[in-house]
């Protein structure tokens, strides 16, 4: 991170250690992730094709300097994109990135499911590169238009299945939605064969056309952030909904116990004369 010296990567001031913690000093960006976004105003996707254009056009710009500087993030996802007040987006959560010189291979299996690249999954000895970032800038696009990943309904297990055995997911079945240069795009992306997918800078470069429409960080901040809630609020919600669902866990496994332990006695005495015993 301390190398990392870019718009669209999170800056990292100075670390210390205290106790048996270690702090990592960074800018707070109080805008949140993409995914607060998603789930506080765009449950179902952002439908404004200029505004993904310029997420995508940012993404791919820290993406870039990334990789020339060596490095795969093996976690690109909404969540794991941070957004200022300006408008700027930066990529963040470099927990699992990696250092790869040219020609290199890793092998780890890493990531998050829905968003990982099949080759990454397999774990073959001719291991991947950074083209699996790629892969999850495509299914972080698709994010983006729906407000969650394909699959993020199956478990874990499932999804690696299914990515492994069928088509990669399009943007297809939104055809009157989207325009043809932002499937051309996320198509460019979701190629199964590592060595079809392109670059950051030939994705920037082929799809001219589907960039032209970004704008500038001030769209993001006029559009994206409008009457967003601010930190605090959200922070507070997010504490009350986390407090719900714990309370919700307890209330849940008080009625089971509950249930096992009522157990009711009937000495009705309702068959010839005896005493019948029903439980």
Not at 68 to 91: F, P, S, T, W
Not at 127 to 143: C, F, P, R, V
Request: glycine share 6%; aromatic share 8%.
């Amino acid at each position: 991170m301390s190398s990392c010296k870019h718009p669209n990567v999170i800056n990292y001031y100075v670390s210390f250690v205290d106790e048996s913690d270690l702090w990592l000093v960074m800018p707070i960006l109080e805008a949140g992730s993409l995914e607060d976004i998603l789930r506080l105003r765009y449950q179902n996707g952002i439908k404004d094709e200029a505004m993904i254009a310029t997420i995508l056009r940012e993404i791919l710009k820290g993406l870039q300097y990334f990789h020339e500087c060596g490095q795969i993030h093996r976690d690109i996802k909404a969540q794991n994109i941070l957004v200022g007040l300006d408008g700027n987006l930066h990529l963040s959560d470099f927990g699992v990135s990696a250092r790869v010189n040219t020609g290199q291979k890793r092998q780890t299996f890493v990531g998050s499911p829905c968003w990982m690249a099949p080759e990454v999954m397999e774990q073959t000895a001719q291991g991947y590169d950074n083209k699996a970032d790629i892969w999850s800038l495509g299914i972080t696009a698709i994010e983006l238009t729906q407000g969650e990943a394909p699959n993020s309904e199956l478990p874990a297990m499932r999804v690696l299945l299914v990515i492994l055995k069928y088509e990669p997911p399009t943007l297809n079945k939104y055809e009157t939605i989207w325009s043809q240069e932002f499937k051309d795009f996320v198509d460019s992306c979701l190629q199964k064969d590592p060595t079809k997918r392109l670059s950051c800078n030939e994705l920037l470069e082929k799809h001219k056309k589907f960039f032209a429409q970004a704008k500038d960080n001030n769209y993001v901040r006029d559009v994206l952030l409008k009457d967003l809630p601010n930190i605090d609020q959200r922070v507070s919600t997010v504490l009350q909904s986390q407090a719900k669902e714990y309370y919700d866990k307890i209330e849940k496994r008080n009625n089971q116990r509950n249930k096992k332990s009522a157990v009711k006695w009937d000495f009705t005495g309702s068959s010839g004369g005896q005493d019948e015993l029903v439980k």
